[in-house]
């Protein structure tokens, strides 16, 4: 089973304690890879899942990842994220591929948000029923006295949509959705005019960083947009659109921390340092090697990362140079030189 994941634990314990029976057929959103029940197998589940590095757990592990979901199962779960519009959809999303007497089971960990998620699937879907299992809450209802007006005006609650405040298009459940992350806009001060050819932006999110460059920096010829999260590399794709008549852009659903190809001119990244709760300072670290072996010899890395991460050993040992150019409002820009 996947290390902390609390909520896949507990998503089986209905089940097993024969609250719901068995199915031959089984739809999982947001699905996680782990030890499952002998009275269920893989080829049971079709999986859908937009956060790379998850979705490559499940193929490695030879779970079901039908592109298109065209068809009613008897059992849909769910292990949502804490943001609650995403959340909101996910329960919509269930409960419209679920057949007329099957089940939605939901797992959430108590402090990500479970009694909120209790309460909205409550208000889709009232006949519901609940246990609580390992500080989290499993939840399961039917489509019995289902609020069909309120499923309309949920199920497009994270569509991508024009944030007014930042200019972006953006949408809820991805990184900093509805403001500009102070990090990013921290390095893009710190971003020379001058940049060329072939460059790269690695975990884009929607786009902020690439679309800065792209519109200061006259002598670009392509950039490669990677994006673990396939959410937020749809808005990325729209926010950039523009640039896409003189630039060639890519867009890659994409683990950074597996490597990339390249060779780039530069390469510029506010990578991440959390996934779930977990702080976890070796995908920055990653994303800094990546970054490394892509770039051409003489190649720039343009990196912002919060002040206590120790990222510059990892620079060190991959770069013949670096500088610290600003270390101020709890972060630090660096330039590496290839």
């Given at each position: 089973?996947?290390?902390?994941n609390?909520?896949?634990?507990?998503?089986?314990?209905?089940?097993?304690?024969?609250?719901?029976?068995?199915?031959?057929?089984?739809?999982?959103?947001?699905?996680?890879?782990?030890?499952?029940?002998?009275?269920?197998?893989?080829?049971?589940?079709?999986?859908?899942?937009?956060?790379?590095?998850?979705?490559?757990?499940?193929?490695?592990?030879?779970?079901?990842?039908?592109?298109?979901?065209?068809?009613?199962?008897?059992?849909?779960?769910v292990?949502?994220?804490?943001?609650?519009?995403?959340?909101?959809?996910l329960?919509?999303?269930?409960?419209?591929?679920?057949?007329?007497?099957?089940?939605?089971?939901?797992?959430?960990?108590?402090?990500?948000?479970?009694?909120?998620?209790?309460?909205?699937?409550?208000?889709?879907?009232?006949?519901l029923?609940?246990?609580?299992?390992?500080?989290?809450?499993?939840?399961w209802?039917?489509?019995?006295?289902l609020?069909?007006?309120?499923?309309?005006?949920?199920?497009?609650?994270?569509?991508?949509?024009?944030?007014?405040?930042?200019?972006?298009?953006?949408?809820?459940?991805?990184?900093?959705?509805?403001?500009?992350d102070?990090?990013?806009?921290?390095?893009?001060?710190?971003?020379?005019?001058?940049?060329?050819?072939?460059?790269?932006?690695?975990?884009?999110?929607?786009?902020?960083?690439?679309?800065?460059?792209?519109?200061?920096?006259?002598?670009i010829?392509?950039?490669?947009?990677?994006?673990?999260?396939?959410?937020?590399?749809?808005?990325?794709?729209?926010?950039?659109?523009?640039?896409e008549?003189?630039?060639?852009?890519?867009?890659?659903?994409?683990?950074?921390?597996?490597?990339?190809?390249?060779?780039?001119?530069?390469?510029?990244?506010?990578?991440?340092?959390?996934?779930?709760?977990?702080?976890?300072?070796?995908?920055?670290?990653?994303?800094?090697?990546?970054?490394?072996?892509?770039?051409?010899?003489?190649?720039?890395?343009?990196?912002?990362?919060?002040?206590?991460?120790?990222?510059?050993?990892?620079?060190?040992?991959?770069?013949?140079?670096?500088?610290?150019?600003?270390?101020?409002?709890g972060?630090?820009?660096?330039?590496?030189?290839?």
């Amino acid at each position: 089973m996947t290390n902390g994941n609390a909520a896949y634990a507990a998503l089986w314990h209905p089940f097993l304690t024969g609250a719901i029976a068995w199915s031959d057929s089984y739809l999982f959103l947001r699905a996680r890879s782990g030890a499952i029940p002998s009275e269920i197998k893989a080829e049971q589940l079709d999986c859908q899942q937009s956060f790379k590095p998850y979705a490559d757990e499940l193929e490695r592990a030879a779970w079901l990842l039908p592109e298109k979901i065209e068809k009613a199962y008897p059992i849909v779960m769910v292990l949502p994220p804490p943001q609650r519009d995403e959340a909101r959809v996910l329960f919509v999303r269930a409960l419209q591929h679920v057949s007329e007497d099957g089940f939605v089971v939901v797992s959430m960990e108590n402090n990500e948000g479970a009694k909120s998620g209790e309460k909205d699937l409550r208000e889709l879907a009232p006949n519901l029923q609940s246990v609580s299992k390992n500080k989290c809450r499993i939840f399961w209802s039917n489509k019995k006295d289902l609020n069909k007006n309120l499923m309309q005006s949920w199920a497009m609650l994270d569509a991508p949509r024009m944030i007014d405040t930042t200019g972006f298009i953006s949408r809820p459940g991805i990184f900093a959705w509805n403001r500009i992350d102070d990090a990013s806009q921290l390095l893009t001060e710190y971003l020379p005019k001058e940049l060329s050819g072939h460059g790269a932006d690695l975990g884009a999110g929607f786009g902020f960083l690439a679309h800065t460059v792209l519109t200061q920096c006259e002598n670009i010829k392509s950039i490669d947009v990677f994006e673990a999260e396939a959410r937020a590399l749809e808005c990325a794709q729209l926010n950039l659109a523009r640039f896409e008549k003189n630039i060639q852009i890519n867009y890659h659903w994409h683990d950074v921390a597996e490597g990339i190809e390249g060779p780039y001119d530069f390469v510029i990244s506010n990578p991440p340092f959390h996934q779930g709760h977990e702080e976890l300072q070796t995908l920055g670290q990653a994303f800094i090697e990546s970054a490394a072996k892509a770039l051409k010899s003489g190649g720039r890395f343009y990196m912002v990362a919060n002040r206590h991460l120790p990222y510059e050993t990892t620079l060190k040992n991959h770069f013949s140079k670096f500088n610290v150019l600003a270390a101020k409002n709890g972060f630090k820009v660096f330039e590496a030189t290839k």
